[in-house]
Nanobody, 126 residues
Framework: QVQLVESGGGLVQAGDSLRLSCATSEGTFSGYSLGWFRQAPGKERRFVGAISWSGGNTYYEDSVKGRFTISRANANNTVSLQMNSLKAEDTAVYFC???????????????????WGQGTQVAVSS
């Protein structure tokens, strides 16, 4: 079991960058694939990207490809979401999530994940 805590959200302007982090306050990320999701007001939670336990595989939703990058440091039990060239439509609450999986596997469906953080707000002004 892991307890996830996101940080790094804030208010930025379009075109700026922001780096979100997710750490575990209890447990370890070893053996877990990690995903990032976001939820805008009045909308359902949507997949942003994910990284395998090994770190060797990543997958991104089309609208963030080339702008967002996920990385993880298993020794520190942290995963990061580097967001560049932010747009107003990136405004949302961002969540990290964890699911135990074999080293190279990732999933994109929110209901497949077992553990969630509380989220961090990202607001991008145009």
């Amino acid at each position: 079991q892991v307890q996830l805590v996101e940080s790094g959200g804030g208010l930025v302007q379009a075109g700026d960058s922001l780096r979100l982090s997710c750490a575990t306050s209890e447990g370890t990320f070893s053996g877990y694939s990690l995903g990032w999701f976001r939820q805008a007001p009045g909308k359902e939670r949507r997949f942003v990207g994910a990284i395998s336990w090994s770190g060797g595989n990543t997958y991104y939703e089309d609208s963030v490809k080339g702008r967002f990058t996920i990385s993880r440091a298993n020794a520190n039990n942290t995963v990061s979401l580097q967001m560049n060239s932010l747009k107003a439509e990136d405004t949302a609450v961002y969540f990290c999530a964890a699911k135990p999986l074999p080293p190279r596997y990732i999933v994109t469906i929110p209901t497949e994940y077992d553990y969630w953080g509380q989220g961090t707000q990202v607001a991008v002004s145009s």
